[in-house]
């Protein structure tokens, strides 16, 4: 684990720790710069990292920070897909060549970042710069067989 990470999973450990002895403020417009899992912005969508028989191994989350202009994704574990357990996991996000949302993402040209291996409880963050594109993201979490994944799909989302 890098230090990154590390400090990025004690971080959210204090976080949650601090949650379950108060009660949660009301939402804010400074909410939208807090850090999740490393990632700064506002939690845009999550999308499920499955197995092909239907098991939740844990699920991608997306952000965006509207100050920088930039998207940033992670493939957070749970329970079943081995969460505080040193397995694998990935996260990729890429910049698409179109901005016409549901347009095939054709990524093979644009910007990509990307994180993958053995964590013990998410795999990323990675970000992006997509000013005027679509973006897609896809995850991974392979804890035990059979590997889970999930994705935006294969046309862009969150175009702009």
């Not at 992670?74 to 996260?91: I, M």
Request: hydrophobic share 35%; aromatic share 10%; with cysteine.
């Amino acid at each position: 684990m890098t230090i990154r990470r590390a400090t990025a999973a004690l971080a959210t450990f204090a976080a949650t720790a601090a949650l379950s002895f108060t009660a949660a403020p009301a939402a804010t417009a400074a909410d939208a710069t807090v850090a999740e899992y490393g990632c700064s912005g506002s939690l845009i969508d999550t999308y499920p990292v499955r197995t092909s028989a239907g098991t939740t191994y844990g699920q991608i989350r997306l952000y965006y920070n509207s100050s920088t202009r930039r998207n940033c994704a992670v493939t957070l574990k749970n329970a079943t897909g081995g969460y505080g357990t040193s397995s694998y996991a990935s996260v990729t996000l890429y910049r698409c060549s179109t901005s016409k949302p549901g347009a095939q993402c054709d990524w093979r040209d644009e910007t990509w970042d990307d994180d993958y291996g053995n964590f013990l409880y998410y795999a990323g963050p990675v970000s992006i710069s997509a000013a005027g594109k679509c973006i897609r993201v896809f995850g991974q979490v392979s804890a035990n067989r059979p590997i889970a994944t999930g994705d935006s799909g294969t046309g862009g989302v969150h175009c702009g």
